[in-house]
């Protein structure tokens, strides 16, 4: 499945690409991941940056790797700790304490990661969709009448893309998991809800 991805989004991609300016255009910067290592920290302990290095992050990508580096392997070691803490059936408060350590954690790596991002390469949602929508992917439905919520149409391009997406579903799930297939009405009486 994974190499019928690329020809699943292409639709989209095309529209989209032809609909950015030439410098977004560019492929992002991913550092190397840091070295694995297998030793743990406990739950309490706490991660700093160097200040230098932050500002260096701003620079180039090197020094956002000298940043988020101490950051991944924190992640990594908490990791590590919940899933010794799981073998060896440690008690569930201290299991629940690491998790809550290791979210902690994660959330700081990616709110540094989200901060050491490139300016230009955040994208603004509010002008995603109205490209999507200028190019006719999708509208609400009966949009010249008000609109209805919940309810959309597909254009040329929007359509091709979910057929893509829906075939790609069937020839997975259908033919490569031989799961069967029904199609089913849309309205529901009100006791089913119930």
């Given at each position: ?80 700790l ?18 809550a ?55 040329p ?38």
């Open positions: 499945m994974p190499s019928l991805l690329p020809a699943l989004f292409r639709p989209l991609r095309a529209a989209l690409l032809l609909s950015l300016p030439p410098l977004a255009l560019r492929p992002p910067v991913r550092p190397s991941p840091a070295p694995r290592r297998s030793f743990s920290t406990p739950p309490s302990a706490q991660i700093s940056v160097p200040a230098a290095a932050a500002s260096r992050s701003s620079m180039d990508g090197t020094g956002a790797e000298e940043v988020l580096a101490p950051l991944r392997l924190a992640v990594r070691q908490q990791g590590d919940v899933r010794k803490l799981k073998e060896d059936k440690a008690p569930q408060v201290d299991v629940d304490k690491a998790v350590e290791l979210k902690a954690r994660k959330r700081v790596l990616e709110a540094k990661e989200l901060a050491l991002q490139p300016k230009d390469d955040i994208i603004d949602r509010s002008k995603m969709e109205d490209t999507l929508k200028r190019r006719f992917f999708y509208d609400q439905a009966f949009a010249i009448y008000g609109g209805v919520s919940g309810l959309y149409d597909f254009g391009v929007g359509c091709a893309l979910k057929n893509n997406i829906i075939q790609t579903w069937r020839q997975h799930f259908i033919q490569e998991e031989q799961i069967l297939e029904i199609d089913c009405t849309m309205l529901t009486p009100e006791p089913v809800l119930k």
